[in-house]
């Protein structure tokens, strides 16, 4: 069954308008402000199909630095594909030798890694930064204001503006 997925395209830099209008005749995207993202719908049989359908497409019309699914596939994946120089494939070959891999498992076991030491790593950081705070506040005040600080946040649109109506 051929379906369609939704992918999101990062950009190496913005994309000018023009690069944008020549994308957009190849397929239908949406844009962020900053034109440094976009999402598109790809129609094919698997999601890593509509990845490389999607590269194969784009990659001469924008500056694509990584596709990815949008949405994580039954095993809670988000999938990923990014142009690597020869270098780079050599390089990943070799290394996965060493460990008895396939290319594709230990480029997959390193991005997962990867992601898990900088996530203990920001956790590591916030636990800091909070220590910190308690030196100088209540564990009360600082609780207040994180609660204030979310709800507030939450409450606002993207331009800034208050959800919330004027009284």
Do not use: W
Not at 53 to 61: E, P, Q, T
Not at 75 to 85: E, G, I, P
Request: glycine share 2%.
């Amino acid at each position: 069954m051929i379906a369609h997925h939704a992918i999101e395209i990062t950009l190496t830099r913005p994309a000018t308008n023009c690069e944008l209008h020549r994308a957009r005749r190849v397929v239908a995207l949406a844009s962020n402000n900053d034109h440094t993202q976009l999402l598109t719908l790809q129609r094919a049989k698997t999601p890593g199909r509509a990845l490389r359908v999607l590269r194969h497409r784009l990659d001469a019309v924008l500056p694509i630095d990584v596709l990815t699914t949008h949405y994580p596939d039954r095993q809670d994946c988000v999938l990923l594909n990014f142009a690597l120089s020869h270098t780079d494939r050599t390089a990943i070959r070799q290394a996965a030798a060493v460990r008895g891999q396939r290319p594709r498992d230990f480029l997959r076991q390193s991005v997962t890694d990867a992601v898990a030491r900088h996530q203990e790593e920001r956790a590591r950081h916030l636990a800091t930064q909070m220590e910190g705070l308690l030196a100088q506040h209540t564990p009360e005040e600082l609780l207040f204001c994180a609660a204030s600080t979310l709800l507030n946040h939450h409450n606002r649109l993207p331009s800034g503006k208050s959800s919330s109506t004027p009284s």
